[in-house]
Every structure is written in structure tokens, then in C-alpha cells.
């Protein structure tokens, strides 16, 4: 997996031009009409800003082009609409989809020629408005300033963001790999879901239209009570009837999800496999640090920020004097609960992480809280909100589920299909729920725009508590540090030595830079002698040392020292020292060997050490990075021990070919 993710970032930084032409025509094509609609350019502009991240591109140069994108693909749509005019109307997929034009007549009218500048951040308007715009005769003049504008915002609001993606691939990819798998997880948890909220929210009319035509066709061909029924929900005079069919399907495609993982589970089909592989990957991908964000991550769907939106929903609720609604949400939850605990019952299936939890999980009862708590909100507030905060709200809570569902099945809670299994029963019972609310209750509700950050506030209120009272650790199945096996010096310099690795591995069975050092010795007294040889301790992670990585005349040994992972351990010392130029510097790690050396009065632990020499590569403006000088020669050990250093060389051996530095202490 490493070795296909470096040969794709080195196949394109190869040929950086490839990706600047792509990010012209992708801009351009974007803005041209009709094309528009299916050339995704946002996320070629991200995968550009990623690129340019990790040093593969210049920030300049791909700005440049795609604000050059997309100033010419608009201008050819403008162009086209005052060339052709009325004509256009005429053209496909404009004859038989009048409606997109409407829509951008609308948008026009509303803002005038603000609207150049808005559609460009509106998918299904952006290639419209400046046909239309052409279409009633907006002077170009005025035209081209809008649209020059709209370039220079949009080109830096989906670059950069790519760019700060690639950054945080690239230091995690300096840390590890495994990292990388773990930021990537969370990123396209975020993205997929905006895109399927936004696409959701921005088709629900047309999809509803569409099913209404078919619905109302059966109707008329069946007059019984069934029919009856389908048209009185099909009737222009009563309110929310889009609301009502998205709801419809919703259950009908959670309710087929749902009987499908059930069915599979029951009969052992591929899916159990399948949970099988995504376990062992998720285990295979563990790192402490891992642990620590997806244990924060988890805190959203825990049992206290859940009673905590509940609680506040209620009240919420109450405030608006909507008692039939807290009885739908009360029991949402309450129904909920109990079938999926009769359900559990029923199926029997152990957790893959024995030690986390000793009940069944099919379905999972805590994803689908989460659905239920989250999604139930996500309706209240939709309901209360325009259309952009209501994108924003469906995203953000989308994202909340499948982020504790990830962290679940990360941590061996349950497997992947009870996650997916919990949360399509949920979301179906949800559906009914709401869809029970709107019938009964068809009349608009009063607008609340502020009720999405009062209960964000909410939910950060109830983390923040939690992570006060240290509620974030992760759960148990987690590594546990194993206690030192002793051994005495005569053990350690003859066989101990020989059993230590002699190359970092950051994942099973890859082989990094060598360790080059053995060293006995507490941490207080190698950080004394080494000190006393030049070292500094590394940089940590700080706002002002990641504000160092954008800075233009930096020394690199300002910027922060990356700790590195050995067998999914993190260094635990890190030390520098400046190099022959102020573009240089040399970098030394520590980890624990596991082992402590006992010469009789006292024990101290063995560590194992490597150095790197590093060089600041300023290639890709505005980013400082750091790169490892692979002509270095790592074996160099970095550390000359003198005669009042404090250190001792007890031997020097070869490991397979490394040369391997055998260090104590005096003291020792």
C-alpha cells in the first residue's frame, strides 16, 4: 500500500504539467454549460491543492491556472448566451429540461449580478447563471468583474484546503503510514458526507416530483383504499408533501438495507468476510495515537452527549409547546432501544474485541443511538432552517454517525455489518417517526436559524466535560505496555542485542532507517549527556512551530521534529542538532527496547536509537519541508562519547550488515 501511494505522488510529480493542465481544463469545463454537470472539478482542484501539499506542485502555478479555468469557462458561457439567446432554449438537455433554466432565472433575478459571483459556489447553477446572464444581456464589462471575482475566491476555497490535506498526509506520512490510512478514513468520511447531503437536499425536489408522477399513475389505476390514499398524499393543497415522500423512501430503502444484513448475518454470506477483513485492517492500522483521536471522536456518540441533545431537545421543545413531538422523540429512542435489544437476544453475535463489551451486537444498539439522537435533530432542524443550513446540518450529523461507527468498529466493538445494520434500522425508524410528525403535524414550523449552534454548543459543552473528567481513553483491547524484562550488561552485550531489531519498522515487516544505537541509560541522564554533546530536545508540535512550516526565511531547526513510529510506538526522546548549513539538521529518536539492564545495584532501561540527517526543501512555497538526505550515511552514530561525556562504548557490532553502537552510562 505505501509503495502504490509513493509511486502515484512520484508518477505525478514527474509530470507536474499533466496536473496543471488537467487543472485548467477541469476549472473550464466546469464553467462551460450543460458540461458542467458532470465534470467533477472541485475535487480535481483538491487532489491539485494535495499534490501541492506534499511538494509535488507550486501553489502559484496552480492557482494561476485555475483561476484562468475557470474565468474562461464562464466566459464561454456568457458568450454562448448572448450569441444564441432565445435559440438556446431550444438545444438539448434545455428542451427537455426547462426547468434548469428557470432556476437560474430565478437565481438572477434575485441577486442580480451578486449571482455570478454565488453560483459559482452552487453545483447545479454554476454553468447556468452566466448563460442567463448572457441570455438578458448583462454587460460584459460588468460581467468579467464578477466573474474574475468569483475565480479568485473559489479558485483558494477548494485549492487550499487540498493543500492542507496534503500537508497533514505528508507529516503523517513522516510519522507513518498508518497515519496516512487514518486521515484518509476521516477525510472521506467528511466528504462523502456532504456530498450525499448535498445531493440528497438538491435533488429531493426533482426525486420527489418524479416519484409523485409514478405514484399518482398507480393511484389512478387502482381506486381502492390504497389508491385513495396515495392521492390524497399527492394533493398540491397539502403541505410537505416532498418532505413526506423523502421520508417514504427513505424507509423503504433502510428497510430492504436492513432485511438484506440481517439476512446475510443469519445465512453467513460474504458480508461476514467482509467483517472479518475490515477487522484485521483496522488492527493492522492501530497506533496509540490512533486510539487517542478515535477515542476523542467516539465521545460524540457516547452516553452522556446523547442525554445531553436529549435533554436539550426536550426542553427545546417544550419552549415551543410541541408535546406530541417530545412523545415521538422520547420514543424514537425508548422503541428503538428495546427492539434492537430484542434483536440482539435473537442473534447472539459476539463483539470481535471480547474485552470491550460482553454483549451481542447485531445490530448494533450504540451506532444506532447515535442514528436516532442525531438524525431525529437533523430533522427538527432541516425543518427550521433555508436550504444551505439545512446542507451544513445533514452533513454535520451524517458525519457524527459515521465517525462513531468507525471508531466502534476500530476499537472491535462490533463488526462493520452490525454498524450498517444498526444504522438502517435506525434511520428507518427515524423516517417513520418524522413521517408520523409531518402528517399529523403538516403546518411549517417556525424558523430557528440559531438552534443549529445552540446545539452545537451543546454537543461541545458535553465533550469538553467529558474530557475533563478523562473519559476519552481509549477502550480496552488496546496495546498494554508490557513491564521491562531484566537482564544483566554480560546478557545484553553477548545474545540481548542480537534479538533487537535492526531497523525501525513502522508497519509488520517494513524496514526503515537502521538503529544504529543501543543505549543504557535513564531518560534524565541521556537527556544531560547528550545535551552536553550539542544536542537540543526536538521542536514539539506547537501553534508557533507549525506557523514555522509557512514561514519564509526559517532555519530547519525551528521547524518541529516529527517522532516517528517503531512497531506502531512512537519515539519517546527526540533530539537535534543543527547541520552544516542552516538548511540542515541531524535528528535523533529513541525508543524502548523493552528490555532493562541490571548491573547488580540498579536497572536502567535499554533504548534503541536512530539518526537521520534532514535538509529544508523550499520548493513548494508557502511550505518548509523537511526531507530525509538519503546520501547520508545513517550509520554514523552522532554520538562521540569523550572522556568526561558521562557515556561509555561497551561494544560495537555489526547487525546484518549495520553497524550497531553498544552505549552506557557511567552511572550504569
Known amino acids: 500500500m505505501e509503495q502504490a501511494y509513493v509511486h502515484l505522488l512520484h508518477l505525478l510529480a514527474g509530470h507536474p504539467e499533466w496536473m496543471l493542465t488537467v487543472v485548467f481544463l477541469a476549472a473550464f469545463l466546469e464553467a462551460v454549460a450543460v458540461i458542467g454537470t458532470f465534470i467533477p472539478g472541485s475535487t480535481a482542484m483538491f487532489l491539485a491543492g494535495a499534490l501541492t501539499g506534499t511538494g509535488s506542485l507550486g501553489l502559484g502555478w496552480v492557482l494561476a491556472w485555475a483561476i484562468a479555468g475557470a474565468v474562461a469557462g464562464d466566459g464561454l458561457s456568457f458568450w454562448l448566451g448572448s450569441r444564441y439567446k432565445s435559440r438556446i432554449v431550444r438545444l438539448w438537455p434545455f428542451s427537455r429540461h426547462p426547468e434548469v433554466l428557470d432556476a437560474g432565472y430565478r437565481f438572477f433575478r434575485k441577486h442580480g449580478a451578486k449571482s455570478v459571483v454565488l453560483a459559482r459556489f452552487v453545483g447545479p447553477l454554476r454553468a447556468i447563471v452566466p448563460v442567463v446572464a448572457g441570455m438578458l444581456g448583462m454587460p460584459p464589462v460588468r460581467f468579467y468583474a464578477m466573474n474574475v471575482l468569483s475565480a479568485l475566491l473559489w479558485a483558494p476555497a477548494h485549492i487550499l484546503p487540498g493543500v492542507v490535506f496534503g500537508a497533514s498526509v505528508l507529516l503523517a506520512g513522516a510519522v507513518s503510514f498508518r497515519l496516512v490510512v487514518i486521515l484518509a478514513l476521516l477525510v472521506a468520511s467528511i466528504w462523502l458526507s456532504y456530498r450525499a447531503a448535498a445531493l440528497l437536499l438538491s435533488h429531493a425536489h426533482a426525486w420527489s416530483n418524479a416519484a409523485g408522477r409514478h405514484l399518482g399513475s398507480w393511484a389512478c ?358 547541520g552544516g548549513t542552516r538548511n540542515q539538521r541531524d535528528v535523533l529518536r529513541f525508543w524502548p527496547s523493552g528490555y532493562a539492564v541490571d548491573n547488580g545495584t540498579s536497572a536502567m532501561p535499554l533504548w534503541v536509537g536512530s539518526i537521520a540527517h534532514e535538509r529544508l526543501s523550499r520548493a513548494s512555497w508557502p511550505l518548509n519541508l523537511v526531507r530525509v538526505d538519503r546520501q547520508f550515511s545513517s550509520y554514523e552514530t552522532g554520538v562521540k562519547p569523550g572522556g568526561n561525556s558521562g557515556v561509555t562504548v561497551v561494544a560495537t557490532e555489526s547487525c546484518h550488515g549495520v553497524p550497531v553502537s553498544l552505549l552506557a552510562s557511567v552511572a550504569q
Open 221 to 578: 389505476r387502482h381506486p381502492g383504499p390504497l389508491g385513495r390514499a396515495a392521492r390524497r398524499l399527492l394533493d398540491p393543497e397539502a403541505p410537505d408533501a416532498t418532505s413526506i415522500l423523502v421520508a417514504s423512501l427513505i424507509v423503504l430503502a433502510c428497510g430492504a438495507l436492513f432485511f438484506g444484513i440481517l439476512e446475510d448475518v443469519i445465512t453467513g454470506d460474504p458480508i461476514t468476510h467482509v467483517d472479518q477483513s475490515v477487522y484485521r485492517f483496522m488492527q493492522s492500522v492501530r497506533t496509540p495515537w490512533g486510539d487517542a483521536v478515535l477515542a476523542g471522536l467516539a465521545t460524540l456518540g457516547s452516553t452522556g452527549t446523547l442525554a445531553a441533545l436529549i435533554v436539550a431537545v426536550t426542553l427545546w421543545m417544550t419552549w415551543e409547546r410541541r408535546w406530541r413531538t417530545i412523545g415521538y422523540w422520547l420514543a424514537a429512542v425508548v422503541f428503538s432501544q428495546m427492539l434492537i435489544f430484542a434483536l440482539q437476544l435473537a442473534m447472539q453475535r459476539a463483539a470481535p474485541n471480547g474485552l470491550m463489551t460482553q454483549a451481542y451486537v447485531f445490530p448494533s444498539n450504540h451506532v444506532a443511538a447515535a442514528v436516532i439522537v442525531y438524525g431525529f435533530l437533523a430533522f427538527l432542524l432541516a425543518r427550521r432552517v433555508g436550504m444551505l443550513e439545512g446542507v451544513f446540518v445533514v452533513t454535520a450529523t451524517t458525519l457524527v454517525v459515521i465517525l462513531v461507527a468507525l471508531a466502534g468498529v476500530y476499537f472491535g466493538g462490533y463488526w462493520l455489518s452490525d454498524a450498517i445494520g444498526g444504522a438502517a434500522l435506525a434511520y428507518m425508524w427515524v423516517a417513520i417517526v418524522a413521517l408520523s410528525a409531518i402528517v399529523r403535524h403538516p403546518e411549517p414550523p417556525p424558523a430557528r436559524r440559531w438552534m443549529p449552534a445552540i446545539m452545537l454548543g451543546v454537543v461541545l459543552a458535553s465533550v469538553g466535560v467529558q474530557s475533563g473528567l478523562g473519559m476519552m481513553a481509549a477502550p480496552p483491547g488496546a496495546a498494554a505496555a508490557l513491564p521491562l524484562a531484566h537482564v544483566t550488561q554480560q546478557q545484553w552485550t553477548h545474545s540481548v542485542w542480537k534479538q533487537l531489531p535492526c531497523y525501525r519498522s513502522d508497519m509488520g515487516g517494513d524496514r526503515k532507517e537502521p538503529l544504529t544505537l543501543q543505549w543504557v541509560s535513564d531518560g534524565e541522564s541521556l537527556r544531560r549527556q547528550l545535551r552536553d554533546e550539542g544536542w537540543l530536545e526536538g521542536t514539539d508540535l506547537s501553534a508557533h512551530s507549525l506557523l514555522s512550516l509557512a514561514s519564509p526565511d526559517v532555519p530547519a531547526t525551528a521547524l518541529p521534529v516529527l517522532p516517528k513510529l517503531n512497531n506502531g510506538v512512537p519515539s519517546s526522546l527526540v533530539f537535534m542538532r543543527p
